[in-house]
């Protein structure tokens, strides 16, 4: 089936610095990826969506300069946490569209998230 | 705006009980509706989808759902729970016009041997 493959799964860094966390799609391409944030005990937050070769686009109230994100190829996006600070601790969770289907019925992969903490 | 609401937040149940969870999303137009289940340290995995058609569903591992348009309910069922069901459980809503999910707060489900 189709992975995604989620790096690193866990960071703990000091505030002030940044992350770079990694998507991979690793058996298909996908043309879209998705980037989420999940707090405790809470839902999963859709924070943009990336595409391929283009600008991501951010959902309201996700700061664009903060959460910088790059698609660069088919099958790798980064989220970029910049300057991190304690109340950016949180559980992100990638997706990838692709794998088979067409348009609306192409499914979503998840990746297994990655834990950051900023001391 | 568009929402995914589930009401039971955590659910604990005997093996072999039957379970029932509740998802329904803001208002009508066309939708692609999903359950996901993430078990304790894993990634999110797809239990089944509804896009068109029957609108009872059913998925893997003896899930089933059922889309009821007039209550914008996607309510998930399973007839008889099994211990290795011990996970959360999360729906999501896609509306027609965008490949974003919405999903709803999750369900924790507790089984006991």
């Known amino acids: 089936g189709a992975v995604v493959s989620q790096h690193p799964s866990w960071v703990i860094c000091k505030s002030g610095t940044s992350v770079k966390i990694e998507c991979r799609s690793l058996d298909f391409q996908a043309t879209t990826m998705f980037w989420y944030r999940q707090f405790p005990k809470q839902s999963l937050m859709l924070m943009a969506t990336s595409n391929e070769g283009s600008k991501a686009t951010y959902e309201q109230g996700v700061e664009k300069d903060k959460f910088l994100i790059n698609h660069a190829s088919l099958t790798l996006s980064t989220l970029t946490v910049t300057s991190a600070h304690p109340e950016d601790s949180s559980f992100y969770i990638c997706s990838a569209r692709g794998g088979g289907g067409h348009g609306m019925e192409q499914p979503q992969h998840f990746g297994d998230g990655t834990r950051l903490s900023i001391l | 705006a568009q929402s995914v609401s589930q009401h039971n937040h955590h659910v604990i149940l005997s093996e072999a009980a039957s379970l029932e969870l509740g998802c329904n999303y803001s208002y009508g137009g066309t939708v692609n509706l999903f359950w996901y289940v993430q078990y304790p340290g894993q990634h999110l995995q797809l239990l089944l989808k509804?896009?068109?058609?029957?609108?009872l569903v059913k998925g893997i591992k003896g899930f089933e759902a059922e889309f009821i348009k007039s209550k914008f309910s996607f309510n998930l069922r399973k007839p008889s729970v099994q211990w290795s069901d011990t996970a959360e459980y999360f729906c999501?809503?896609?509306?027609?016009?965008?490949?974003?999910?919405?999903f709803g707060t999750g369900t924790r489900l507790k089984v006991l041997a």
């Open positions: 509804y896009f068109s058609g029957d609108p």
């Open positions: 999501a809503v896609m509306w027609s016009g965008t490949y974003k999910y919405i």
